[in-house]
């Protein structure tokens, strides 16, 4: 197993990803390369001790910033490292690619070096909630325009990888929608409504409202990726607020005091349930060979807990399993490169 992680245009630098390919290379039974501007690594790693025996470093002259344009990672900075990790996926000289840089540079990247599956019309961003039950919310911030057809996709794809990475026999999907009733929503959710309540292969549970989702009511969401962005940005925003609001309800007094330190323990699972240190990142759902998205602002234990997530995902045949479904399904969007 061979994994590759982008260790450039992230928010901490590279000294911090250095720390995290390192600490995954203790962990995991993988041979991991670490790509990016080689000389600049050498030097960091003699800077910072970090002992880079075993790691493997795939040169790579340019990087991607945050600010780049997604179109940068094919024209001005197409040997950037996002640019020759993704390329060496491509040519099947490795299992999986991380990165925790530039989310649109790499979607584009993704898209037009490794392609989408055949028959797959979007790739998509799935991103897990922790909750009691896990919850996949698909799309959450690839595709802001999409139409029934692609959230019918989404629908599938997400049922298939909560069967294989979380062992569900049948996962329930929901379509997030402003209301239960099946008349809700606009045209676009009243479409997708018909289109996955016809639909052979999934177990659909009807539509479902943002507030009943972290309390079981489906495992897989499916959604634009605008709306499914800002329910992400929302719930990581009240997780961040109520962890913050209770630390300080705990120290108003003795009393309060107290009592913080016997759900100590249980606060801290509160707050590593939802940290993307434990989570590691985002699979992009839909491509030839996986390609994983970390948090921009990951540090070493969220790379390290990527590139695990990486390393199921390239063990599995969740991508074999798609490519039989769409070969076998006529009523598919072909894959187009544009």
């Known amino acids: 197993m061979k994994i590759l992680i982008d260790v450039m245009g992230s928010d901490l630098g590279p000294s911090e990803l250095l720390r995290g390919v390192v600490s995954a290379a203790s962990r995991f039974d993988a041979e991991l390369v670490a790509v990016g501007r080689k000389e600049e690594l050498e030097k960091i790693a003699k800077e910072k001790a970090i002992d880079l025996s075993g790691i493997g470093i795939l040169d790579a002259p340019d990087v991607i910033t945050m600010e780049d344009a997604p179109m940068a990672v094919l024209r001005e900075k197409n040997h950037s490292s996002m640019a020759n990790g993704l390329r060496a996926l491509a040519h099947g000289e490795a299992d999986a690619f991380v990165s925790a840089g530039n989310t649109g540079a790499l979607i584009t990247g993704g898209t037009m070096i490794v392609r989408r599956i055949r028959g797959v019309s979007r790739a998509a961003i799935g991103t897990t909630f922790p909750f009691d039950s896990p919850v996949l919310l698909l799309d959450s911030g690839a595709n802001l325009d999409v139409t029934p057809e692609q959230l019918e996709q ?183 490169e544009n």
């Open 154 to 336: 989404f629908a599938f794809i997400g049922s298939l990888y909560m069967r294989d990475m979380f062992g569900l026999p049948s996962p329930r999907v929901g379509l997030l929608n402003n209301g239960t009733e099946e008349t809700k929503g606009n045209r676009l959710q009243i479409e997708t409504y018909q289109r996955l309540k016809a639909m052979d292969g999934i177990n659909f549970v009807g539509n479902v409202e943002a507030k009943a989702i972290p309390f079981g009511v489906c495992d897989v969401v499916v959604t634009d990726g605008f709306t499914g962005n800002l329910f992400l940005k929302t719930v990581e925003g009240m997780a961040k607020y109520l962890s913050s609001n209770l630390k300080g309800l705990f120290r108003t007094n003795l009393r309060t005091k107290i009592s913080g330190l016997l759900i100590k323990k249980r606060f801290a699972g509160f707050k590593e349930a939802f940290s993307a240190t434990k989570h590691g990142g985002a699979p992009i759902l839909g491509l030839r060979a996986p390609v994983i998205k970390a948090h921009g602002s990951s540090n070493a234990r969220a790379i390290e807990s990527a590139v695990g997530q990486a390393i199921r995902f390239a063990e599995g045949n969740f991508n074999e399993e798609i490519e039989t479904f769409f070969a076998r399904t006529s009523n598919v969007e072909p894959a187009t």
